[in-house]
């Protein structure tokens, strides 16, 4: 049995990387995924409400767990992602005037590129 500490603990820590999650819906670098999975795995350990909550939540609760359950993801969506990946990084190169940063962010949106595409599509 977790004590009511470790509980509020698991649960400070699943929302803060729901924030931060949502925070990488707008912004490129931070990784969304990851971090709403990390939540999920973060609430299920203090949570039962909340991980209910963020697993049919009707914004992101079915792609976590088609997710968390190999589904995998709709090609539509991996497209979308894609795109607007790396439109926002192109445009972040042009923007951003430091040239290690500039030559990081391919690097970067090349390694979320791979993750995405070697994931498994869903056929809906």
Known sequence: MLTKTRRLLWIAAGSLAVLIGAIGVILPLVPTTPLLLLAA????RGSDRFHHWLL????CGRYIRDY?????IPMRTKIGT??????????SMYIVDILHVRLFLPVIALAVSIHVWTRPTKIT
């Open 82 to 91: 894609l795109v607007f990946l790396w439109g926002t990084i192109g445009t």
């Open 56 to 59: 049919h939540n009707r914004v």
């Open 41 to 44: 795995y973060c609430y299920a």
């Open 68 to 72: 968390q359950e190999g589904r995998g």
